[in-house]
């Protein structure tokens, strides 16, 4: 189900979002895909299909637990409901998954897909194992509005923002790939009260390959903020997927009017795209510095209210040669971090080429130089090891092959898939 508001797309102009009209492209078989609602939405499109509301209620309920902690998808395994239950679910509404277009493994264990949305759009996701943990690199848009320089995905335009659902998905089917859905009869679901209780054992990721999620794929996440809140919502729910808000990481190129309402409403880890220190160069390689200048998104960062020693701000910033990593690059980053007595560490990311980009990656000295000026002015500043390089799936290096389509493109794309599927 779509509800009024997610018909608007608000697709950034060259700065701000613009509301832009879009249709929902409906299933070629007219039944809901359930991926991606939440618990009262399940329940909205429960009643609409004829249940009424205490049934409703109940077995929304049920689906969400299915759907989210067991990740299962075919009706006829949801043993608690009664089996002419299931086949009337099996008619109406369906729980889908993104297609796979490709997967690739890099030679450091990082893992890249291909994916591809009903309406024929390409995104990107990769998860990044650790010894400690397991990172899934989300995408948020197909396509990015902010150009920034050293980016892949900032080469290509804005085609369209993600669903819920797309992103959900994006989790759902990692967590298929690894294998980590939960077995056996089904348990109670416990919901999770409060901070102190987010890592209860039932739900705890301990154990699990996938540990931790960044919004850091494709796009802006806050240019697309009801879409990546309402998923995000559904992964952090205890009844269902339930990873706590802080094993996951929003990361932003600096939307500041967005920011704020992000914690209220979200209330995951922040990460800033920072990049350099100087107005000329950030305006260079993050053209929304332009409209949002580097000290008041300090500022901003300053007055975010989850920023505490406990849950720092991260700042990521690429390292490029002979461009933002000289010595008094390094000095001013801790001065302007001082200056607005931010609970900060910094990511130094080495550059990662892709074809046709302009920089070079600082050499491995210069990372360490910079790196510890940063470590001596009293802030953490760690050198990222790149990850998934051979595999572009290294930060910054994402880009699908999904172009642009007209409206006139996306219709006739459809009615071929339609005929198609007879």
């Given at each position: 189900?779509?509800?009024?508001?997610n018909?608007?797309?608000?697709?950034?102009?060259?700065?701000?979002?613009?509301?832009?009209?879009?249709?929902?492209?409906?299933?070629?078989?007219?039944?809901?895909?359930?991926?991606?609602?939440?618990?009262?939405?399940?329940?909205?499109?429960?009643?609409?299909a004829?249940?009424?509301?205490?049934?409703?209620?109940?077995?929304?309920?049920?689906?969400?637990?299915?759907?989210?902690?067991?990740?299962?998808?075919?009706?006829?395994?949801?043993?608690?409901?009664a089996?002419?239950?299931?086949?009337?679910?099996?008619e109406?509404?369906?729980?889908?998954?993104?297609?796979?277009?490709?997967?690739?493994?890099?030679?450091?264990?990082?893992?890249?897909?291909?994916?591809?949305?009903?309406?024929?759009?390409?995104?990107?996701?990769?998860?990044?194992?650790?010894?400690?943990?397991?990172?899934?690199?989300?995408?948020?848009?197909?396509?990015c509005?902010?150009?920034?320089?050293?980016?892949?995905?900032?080469?290509?335009?804005?085609?369209?923002?993600?669903?819920?659902?797309?992103?959900?998905?994006?989790?759902?089917?990692?967590?298929?790939?690894?294998?980590?859905?939960?077995?056996?009869?089904?348990?109670?679901?416990?919901?999770?009260?409060?901070?102190?209780?987010?890592?209860?054992?039932?739900?705890?990721?301990?154990?699990?390959?996938?540990?931790?999620?960044?919004?850091?794929?494709?796009?802006?996440p806050?240019?697309?903020?009801?879409?990546?809140?309402?998923?995000?919502?559904?992964?952090?729910?205890?009844?269902?997927?339930?990873?706590?808000?802080?094993?996951?990481?929003?990361?932003?190129s600096?939307?500041?009017?967005?920011?704020?309402?992000?914690?209220?409403?979200?209330?995951?880890?922040?990460?800033?795209?920072?990049?350099a220190?100087t107005?000329?160069?950030?305006?260079?390689?993050?053209?929304?510095?332009?409209?949002?200048?580097?000290?008041?998104?300090?500022?901003?960062?300053?007055?975010?209210?989850?920023?505490?020693?406990?849950?720092?701000?991260?700042?990521?910033?690429?390292?490029?040669?002979?461009?933002?990593?000289?010595?008094?690059?390094?000095?001013?980053?801790?001065?302007?971090?001082?200056?607005?007595?931010?609970?900060?560490?910094?990511?130094?990311?080495p550059?990662?080429?892709?074809?046709?980009?302009?920089?070079?990656?600082?050499?491995?000295?210069?990372?360490?130089?910079?790196?510890?000026?940063?470590?001596?002015?009293?802030?953490?500043?760690?050198v990222?090891?790149?990850?998934?390089?051979?595999?572009?799936?290294?930060?910054?290096?994402?880009?699908?092959?999904?172009?642009?389509?007209?409206?006139?493109?996306?219709?006739?794309?459809?009615?071929?898939?339609?005929?198609?599927?007879?």
């Amino acid at each position: 189900m779509q509800s009024a508001a997610n018909l608007v797309m608000p697709i950034p102009g060259l700065i701000d979002p613009v509301p832009v009209p879009r249709a929902v492209t409906p299933r070629a078989d007219g039944r809901t895909d359930l991926l991606g609602l939440s618990r009262p939405q399940i329940k909205a499109v429960l009643e609409e299909a004829g249940l009424d509301v205490k049934a409703a209620k109940l077995r929304a309920k049920q689906l969400f637990h299915w759907l989210y902690h067991r990740g299962e998808t075919d009706f006829e395994a949801m043993t608690d409901l009664a089996k002419p239950m299931r086949g009337w679910m099996a008619e109406r509404f369906v729980v889908g998954r993104p297609e796979v277009v490709e997967a690739q493994v890099s030679t450091d264990g990082t893992r890249k897909w291909l994916l591809r949305s009903d309406d024929g759009q390409d995104y990107e996701m990769v998860f990044i194992p650790d010894a400690d943990r397991g990172t899934l690199c989300v995408s948020s848009q197909v396509g990015c509005t902010l150009n920034c320089r050293f980016c892949h995905t900032g080469t290509m335009r804005l085609v369209r923002n993600l669903t819920p659902g797309e992103i959900v998905g994006q989790v759902m089917l990692a967590r298929d790939a690894l294998g980590e859905w939960p077995k056996g009869n089904m348990g109670s679901a416990v919901a999770v009260a409060d901070d102190e209780d987010e890592d209860a054992p039932q739900y705890s990721p301990d154990g699990r390959m996938l540990t931790n999620i960044v919004m850091m794929g494709m796009g802006e996440p806050l240019y697309n903020f009801e879409h990546v809140r309402d998923a995000l919502k559904v992964v952090m729910d205890g009844d269902g997927l339930a990873l706590s808000r802080r094993r996951i990481t929003l990361s932003t190129s600096g939307v500041i009017p967005m920011m704020a309402r992000a914690s209220e409403e979200i209330g995951v880890n922040l990460a800033v795209s920072l990049h350099a220190v100087t107005k000329d160069v950030r305006d260079e390689l993050v053209p929304l510095n332009k409209k949002y200048g580097i000290e008041e998104l300090l500022q901003a960062c300053a007055d975010y209210p989850k920023a505490s020693n406990a849950r720092r701000i991260t700042f990521e910033y690429v390292m490029i040669r002979d461009k933002n990593d000289s010595d008094d690059d390094a000095r001013e980053l801790v001065r302007l971090l001082r200056k607005y007595k931010l609970p900060a560490k910094v990511n130094l990311i080495p550059f990662n080429p892709w074809p046709g980009s302009d920089y070079e990656c600082s050499t491995p000295d210069r990372i360490r130089a910079f790196s510890s000026i940063v470590f001596e002015g009293g802030i953490s500043a760690p050198v990222r090891t790149p990850r998934g390089r051979d595999i572009m799936a290294a930060c910054g290096q994402l880009k699908s092959a999904s172009e642009k389509k007209s409206r006139a493109e996306l219709d006739r794309l459809a009615a071929e898939k339609q005929a198609a599927l007879g």
